[in-house]
């Protein structure tokens, strides 16, 4: 029963159904979501603002590692499942998240980030 909470610069985008994934931290409890789990997505989780986004099946779940240019010289670096993304991939995956932009992406995910991408 995973519970995935979001920010409110996202939360519109889940509840209107244009964001369908979300990338997380992988879980210290080793718990992350697989796929046929059902996943309950919420805004402001643990706040009292909390609200019920939408239920959803996971369909699938890979890992993901970002690595941002500590120059701020080029775009940074993705691979999903080990698998180095091109640059029009690594648009598009910005793009499905939720980002304006591939630079607002990584600058949000930092330097380094391992996880998994969630989708839904």
Do not use: H
Not at 11 to 31: E, H, P
Not at 39 to 68: A, D
């Amino acid at each position: 029963m995973p519970l995935l909470g979001f920010k409110k610069q996202f939360a519109g985008l889940v509840a209107s159904g244009q964001k369908r994934q979300t990338i997380r931290a992988f879980r210290k409890d080793k718990r992350d979501p697989r796929p046929g789990d059902r996943l309950y997505l919420y805004e402001g989780l643990r706040t009292k603002s909390c609200r019920k986004i939408g239920e959803y099946v996971c369909k699938s779940v890979k890992s993901i590692e970002i690595i941002g240019d500590p120059f701020g010289k080029g775009l940074g670096e993705v691979r999903l499942n080990m698998e180095r993304l091109s640059e029009a991939r690594v648009k598009s995956l910005a793009k499905a998240d939720g980002f304006e932009s591939v630079n607002d992406f990584f600058i949000f995910f930092g330097l380094k980030f391992a996880g998994v991408l969630i989708k839904w």
